[in-house]
Structure formats: C-alpha cells, structure tokens
C-alpha cells in the first residue's frame, strides 16, 4: 500500500533531491514500499520532458536575464489555474495514479503540481490531504501559494514570512527545513573538517561545471594556491575533469578532481567552505553540514533568496570573479579561521539535518492507525 505519494519534476535538482531524501525517510519509517515519488512530467512525455529540461538549463545558464523575466511573468500572472489545460495529459496520469496507489497523504516538491492536486480534489477523485514542500527560500513564486491544500512546508522562518505575506494562512506553515539525506544527521557528530587553530590546512570544495560563469578560470586561480586542500566535483563534464587534472598535476597540496560522485554530503561536511552556484540542493545540504558557502552564481528568480538567506544570516559571501574568490577565502581563513569560524557559527540556527525525517513522519502521522517508527 502506499501510505505517501511525492511528486516531483526535473527542472532544478532541488525539486528532485527533496522528493528522494523524503521518499526515503517516508520508506524508513514506515516499511519499504510505502512511499512513492513520481516525476509525472518524465512519466506522460519522456521525450519532451527531456526537451524541456535541455531548454530550461539552456535558459537559466545562457540567458539568464530572458529567464528572470519569464520567472517574474508567471509570479505576476494567474497561468495556472487558468491555462491548466495545457497540463491535461499530467491530469489525467495523476488520476490514474491517484486511483490505483490510492495514497493516504499526497506532497508535491513542484509547485505546479498543486493545481492539479486542487482540481482533482474539487472533483471528488482525491480524499487524501495534499501538502506543498517549498524547495526555495525567501524568493517565493505565487505558484507556490495559490492552490488550496493542507500545509506548506518550509525550510526556514524567512522563505514562512515571505508566503504569511502571499496570504497562505500561518496555521498551516511548518518550518521544518529542506529535506536533506538523512547522512546529515547521522553523521553530525563524527564528521567536521579539521581544526584550523590547531594548524590544519583550509579544505576548499568547489562544485562546478562549464555553464557557470569564470569556472575554469576560477579553478586555474585556487590552483596557484600553495597553503589550501581543493577537491574539485565537475559531475559528468568529463572534457572539464581532464583538463583540470592536467592543471592539476605536480601540485603540493592535496587535491581531489572528483567526476560524477554521490559523496557530496561527506566532502561538504568535511570541508571548510563550498563554492558553487545557490542551487536549492546545493545551499541546503551546505546549511545542514554547516559548510559556508561562497556562491559564484545566481539564477535570476528561485537561486537569488537562496543567497539572500545566507547573507543575513552573515554565512557566506558573494564572489563573482576569479580573483574576488580568492581574496574571500584568504580573508576567511586569516587568524586561524576567524571570520570562517563566524560563518560556521551563523549557520547552526538554520540547520536542520533531520528534516526529511520531521516531514515524513508529519505527513504520516496523518494516516489513520498507522503509527511511526523511529528512523534509525
């Protein structure tokens, strides 16, 4: 039986990364196969899913300022419910999932999805409550809003503020944080990186790849540097990873030039700093490892409040070049990590390792006579 349904969609990782870190708190608690994540979008049209994901990262990496407009557009304008019939294939294989899982509790990572939810709700053929899991903070589409459902979750008081504001009652606004893997949790009191006052070498992680802006530049910069620890995580970009390694090779100071791997969670929590650009996934997983973060690039829209939260909170810089990347860092690690020390500090409050499992059991708690388990 499938106690809780998650919906989901390829276009941000966050989206994504959410709905497989709650999926698998939702299976711990509650038994293997009880919880089931779906991408409808790659379920109805894998070939055009696959189409429209190309074009969307096309967009957010070569024109972002085309981007932030169309972004603004849609929070600004009433597409959906109004145009939902451009989303009637989706409609219809929700229903036809809905009626054959028949779920207990339904949440959606992707805010489109609520409207489908709504309607399918207001024709009788949906009993189960449906939430929202807000995956952006502080620069909140309406999207995220609009539709009618049981809850929102949040992942801080900032982005609960922001939908108080857009008119979502705050009765049912639950901040609970991002849901990150479960790893965070388990390992917060065994991983950290190394002592700086006691002489360790700074540990920088970048994670990159050549959509974004001055990346290789950026790298042949942190090379140069004697005195720091770099891991490099250029993902699939294999043409990166060898060139980086030719840059690479004779250099004193450990590095780490890592393709595709799934041990982000480890490096972040054990690295003094991440740069990279304010992805959903990538800043919460950094605010959860309580790893500061540098961010070199910001999507127009959904990636500028993730910034925004971590200069409030005074846990992170914004560097948009080479050189201003450098002189960050050197800053940061001046007088044994000083001011990286005040980051790290700053990022406590915000961190919520063991989100994913307060949201599962949440949503579980809502299916009758089926108590929680604890997660191990």
């Not at 959606?108 to 952006?136: C, H, I, K, M, W």
């Not at 991983?191 to 990159?208: E, F, H, K, N």
Request: contains cysteine; proline residues 6%.
């Amino acid at each position: 039986m499938t106690k809780l349904l998650i919906l989901t969609a390829g276009f941000g990782e966050g989206h994504n990364a959410a709905a497989r870190n709650l999926a698998a708190a939702g299976n711990a608690l509650q038994g293997p196969g009880t919880t089931l994540s779906v991408d409808l979008f790659a379920l109805t049209s894998p070939r055009f899913n696959r189409l429209a994901r190309r074009a969307y990262l096309a967009a957010i990496n070569g024109a972002p300022g085309l981007w932030s407009a169309f972004y603004r557009w849609v929070d600004q304008h009433e597409v959906f419910p109004r145009h939902l019939w451009l989303l009637r294939q989706e409609f219809r294989q929700l229903d036809r999932l809905v009626q054959r899982e028949q779920p207990a509790v339904v949440c959606s990572t992707f805010p489109v999805y609520g409207f489908l939810l709504e309607r399918l709700a207001g024709s009788g053929r949906l009993a189960a409550p449906f939430y929202n899991v807000v995956t952006d903070s502080i620069s909140i589409n309406s999207l995220w809003a609009r539709p009618a459902c049981a809850g929102w979750f949040v992942p801080n008081e900032e982005t609960a503020e922001v939908m108080r504001a857009q008119g979502v009652p705050a009765a049912r606004l639950h901040v609970l944080g991002f849901p990150v893997p479960a790893f965070f949790s388990q390992q917060a009191r065994i991983l950290s990186p190394p002592d700086l006052a006691a002489g360790a070498a700074p540990r920088v992680l970048t994670i990159m790849h050549s959509g974004v802006r001055h990346a290789f530049a950026t790298a042949r910069r942190l090379l140069e540097e004697s005195d720091w620890e770099l891991t490099f995580a250029v993902g699939r970009d294999e043409r990166l990873r060898q060139r980086l390694e030719h840059l690479a090779a004779g250099r004193h100071q450990r590095t780490q030039i890592l393709g595709w791997t799934d041990e982000v969670p480890r490096l972040l929590m054990t690295h003094h700093v991440v740069i990279s650009k304010a992805g959903g996934a990538t800043t919460q997983e950094a605010i959860a490892a309580r790893c500061p973060m540098l961010v070199n690039q910001v999507v127009p829209g959904q990636e500028e409040g993730n910034y925004e939260l971590l200069r409030r909170r005074g846990a992170g810089a914004l560097v948009e070049t080479p050189e201003a990347v450098v002189q960050t860092l050197r800053q940061a690690f001046a007088n044994q990590g000083a001011v990286w020390r005040e980051w790290r500090d700053a990022l406590a409050p915000l961190a919520r390792p063991d989100a994913s499992r307060d949201i599962a059991a949440h949503l579980l708690a809502r299916v009758a006579r089926a108590p929680v388990a604890t997660m191990p």
